[in-house]
């Protein structure tokens, strides 16, 4: 194989991936989220912890997750496999990082998104995951 095939070849799968996680994050214009009968799933973040440490979420099915800081430390909910799978509603909720939602203490967000994969996904507080800030996402 000539030397620019051979990086061709190896450069493809990355594009094609590039290109998913781009439509993933789009908004589907075709839920009218403002008759979408939404599933509500809460996530409690503390200091260290968040609760449930097994969240489940339904695939195609429109979802508002609520995350509430009941801490007294600045808390992310980042879960970039998870992230790439989903289709949000509002892609400016996710910030810069693309990865992950901050909430400050005693504040909460909400998050709409349909889940387009099954799949086991981890979820990490980045500022505490060293301390066991981390559970456990599943898309059903």
Same mark, same amino acid.
């Given at each position: 194989? +000539?030397?620019?095939?051979?990086?061709? *070849?190896?450069?493809?799968? =990355? =594009?094609?991936?590039?290109?998913?996680?781009?439509?993933? &994050? #789009?908004?589907?214009?075709?839920?009218?989220?403002?008759?979408?009968?939404?599933?509500?799933? #809460?996530? #409690?973040?503390?200091?260290?912890?968040?609760? +449930?440490?097994?969240?489940?979420?339904?695939? *195609?099915?429109?979802?508002?997750?609520?995350?509430?800081?009941?801490? #007294? $430390?600045?808390?992310?909910?980042?879960?970039?496999?998870? %992230?790439?799978?989903?289709?949000?509603?509002? +892609? *400016?909720?996710?910030?810069? *990082?693309?990865?992950? =939602?901050?909430? $400050? +203490?005693? &504040? $909460?967000?909400?998050?709409?998104?349909?889940?387009?994969?099954?799949?086991? %996904?981890?979820? =990490?507080?980045?500022?505490?995951?060293?301390?066991?800030?981390?559970?456990?996402? %599943?898309? $059903?």
């Amino acid at each position: 194989m +000539p030397p620019i095939a051979a990086k061709i *070849s190896l450069l493809t799968p =990355i =594009i094609t991936f590039v290109a998913c996680c781009a439509i993933a &994050q #789009t908004p589907d214009a075709s839920i009218d989220w403002t008759k979408a009968d939404i599933a509500t799933v #809460t996530v #409690t973040m503390a200091d260290y912890t968040f609760s +449930p440490r097994r969240v489940t979420f339904r695939r *195609s099915v429109p979802t508002r997750l609520r995350l509430v800081n009941i801490g #007294t $430390e600045l808390h992310d909910f980042t879960a970039a496999d998870f %992230f790439k799978t989903v289709d949000l509603r509002d +892609p *400016s909720v996710m910030g810069s *990082s693309g990865i992950g =939602i901050t909430v $400050e +203490p005693h &504040q $909460e967000k909400d998050v709409d998104f349909i889940a387009r994969l099954p799949g086991h %996904f981890g979820l =990490i507080c980045a500022d505490h995951d060293w301390a066991g800030m981390t559970a456990d996402i %599943f898309v $059903e």
